[in-house]
Nanobody, 116 residues
Framework: QVQLVESGGGLVQPGGSLRLSCVASRSILSMKFMGWYRQAPGNERELVAAFTDGGSANYVVDSMKGRFTISRDNAKNTVFLQMNSLSPEDTAVYYC?????????WGQGTQVTVSS
């Protein structure tokens, strides 16, 4: 079992930045996959960024490269998503997902709203 707790969402103006955090209840060194997804109203959940291959590689969706960065703090069992130059199109609920023991685990989500 893995519990995930996201934080860091909120209301931000266009062009602003936010850093999301996802804290896992066990060591992230044991995770096969750690990623961030988002879901806007009326849309399907989509991948934003991830660590794959047991954490040896990281990936950011092309449309978000240069604005979003995924990082990790192994000692704190935490994965971060740094989001810069935010636009209203980035408004969504952002979810953390890990794969551990061939099971998927999701956090509860954190709302990001980009609006003036």
């Amino acid at each position: 079992q893995v519990q995930l707790v996201e934080s860091g969402g909120g209301l931000v103006q266009p062009g602003g930045s936010l850093r999301l955090s996802c804290v896992a209840s066990r060591s992230i060194l044991s995770m096969k996959f750690m990623g961030w997804y988002r879901q806007a109203p009326g849309n399907e959940r989509e991948l934003v960024a991830a660590f794959t291959d047991g954490g040896s590689a990281n990936y950011v969706v092309d449309s978000m490269k240069g604005r979003f960065t995924i990082s990790r703090d192994n000692a704190k069992n935490t994965v971060f998503l740094q989001m810069n130059s935010l636009s209203p199109e980035d408004t969504a609920v952002y979810y953390c997902k890990v794969v551990y023991g061939w099971r998927d685990y999701w956090g509860q989500g954190t709302q990001v709203t980009v609006s003036s």
